[in-house]
């Protein structure tokens, strides 16, 4: 792993014996400062120093971390292959785990949009719009995305941003690039970018 200094653009290799041989899936910095490395089976918390404070052996299945995520409140989200989503809680130091999402329950990217909504893209089941203050399946609410190429419901996406200038939340899938803007009435539709290809 390398490390980028931001202050003279310099990269240094940093090496940690914990995570050496380790295929890296996702990583995150929070705002305490705490490096979170997710990798095929476990999660690593590093102290801003860059020592070891903790590694996750027991409070998370052993399964590929696909996403760590700290929202604008300081909960940290966790996406598990095929094992659900959990948030990180401080005072037990573990990870909880929330109601499966879809039927394969395979969350794989988290993101927050600039309205302070939760979206999770999931491998399979679509894209969620997610309300971690519901409960059970109303904190889900799953947004129907037609496929381009094939007209069916696009079920894969790994990737979701928002841009900036049209407040566009953008979402990577298998077979395509969508952008969906919110509409006066708070409503979601979807934008053609069919002019960018």
Known sequence: MNILDKKNYQI????SEEIRDQWIKSMTVTSDGSIWIGTL???????????????????????????IFEDTTGDLWVALWRAGLYKYDAVTDTFVRFPAIGK????????QDNRKQHWIGTWGDGVYLFNPEKKGDEMYIHQEITGKERGSPENTFYSIVQDDVNNY???MSISGLYALQYTKEGNLKEVDVSYLF
């Open 12 to 15: 240094r290799h940093w090496e």
């Open 41 to 67: 089976t476990q999660i690593y918390r590093y102290n801003p120093d860059l020592s070891l404070r903790k590694q996750y052996d027991n409070s998370l299945p052993a399964s590929s971390i696909n996403s």
């Open 104 to 111: 394969i329950n395979n969350p794989f990217k988290i993101f």
């Open 169 to 171: 939340i953008w979402l």
